[in-house]
T-cell receptor, first 115, second 111 residues
Framework: NAGVMQNPRHLVRRRGQEARLRCSPM?????VYWYRQLPEEGLKFMVY????????ESGMPKERFSAEFPKEGPSILRIQQVVRGDSAAYFC???FGQGPGYGYTFGSGTRLTVV | KQEVTQIPAALSVPEGENLVLNCSFT??????LQWFRQDPGKGLTSLLL?????REQTSGRLNASLDKSSGRSTLYIAASQPGDSATYLC??????????FGTGTSLTVIP
């Protein structure tokens, strides 16, 4: 079981470009979560998805950010027209279910640097 | 909104010492609580998950306790080793869809 796979591990983008971050959940997990870790800050929830559905996007910035989890393939977090403030580590987590007995398994993250 | 606080922010101990990391949360109506470790530049590794109905969980040299009524959890590490050096994160979930994270305790175990 390969765990939660995120790619790329590091991504450098110039201001105004698009960033696409990919996450493949653990085998058998249908719940995917994206978190952002800004320098010197804790992890902040962004969005929760199940296959083909966004369940909770209450932590997503209203503009430029979008997420999807298609029927086939990985979950994608997309940031359009990146700005310096988007530089952060973006972590994906997955879980088998939503009950109290289910915790998260995290990927290694994608470190985005906007220059 | 749930607020999670971890004290101390940093801790340095000699190898072999037993230690306790603290986590407090403001909303006691939690679903579960999970402790993670994060190594520099790496992802999060799950250590222990405690459901709201449980008081503690143990894994090897680690023991996590939960006191919902007082809004606290502790992570006890026995016989610390240099390999335990990392940032330890406490995450709390209410009935919603997200975990709320503390900012972590940075642990250094000195050989």
């Amino acid at each position: 079981n390969a765990g939660v796979m995120q790619n790329p591990r590091h991504l450098v983008r110039r201001r105004g470009q698009e960033a696409r971050l990919r996450c493949s959940p653990m085998k058998g997990h249908s719940h995917v979560y994206w978190y952002r870790q800004l320098p010197e800050e804790g992890l902040k929830f962004m969005v929760y998805l199940q296959k083909e559905n966004i369940i909770d996007e209450s932590g997503m910035p209203k503009e430029r950010f979008s997420a999807e989890f298609p029927k086939e393939g990985p979950s994608i977090l997309r940031i359009q027209q990146v700005v310096r403030g988007d530089s952060a580590a973006y972590f994906c987590a997955s879980s088998f279910g939503q009950g109290p007995g289910y915790g998260y398994t995290f990927g290694s993250g994608t470190r985005l640097t906007v220059v | 909104k749930q607020e999670v606080t971890q004290i101390p922010a940093a801790l340095s101990v000699p190898e072999g010492e037993n230690l306790v990391l603290n986590c407090s949360f403001t909303d006691s109506a939690i679903y579960n609580l999970q402790w993670f470790r994060q190594d520099p530049g790496k992802g999060l590794t799950s250590l222990l998950l405690i459901q709201s109905s449980q008081r503690e969980q143990t894994s090897g040299r680690l023991n996590a306790s939960l006191d919902k009524s007082s809004g606290r959890s502790t992570l006890y590490i026995a016989a610390s080793q240099p390999g335990d050096s990392a940032t330890y994160l406490c995450a709390v979930r209410n009935t919603g869809n997200q975990f709320y994270f503390g900012t972590g305790t940075s642990l250094t175990v000195i050989p």
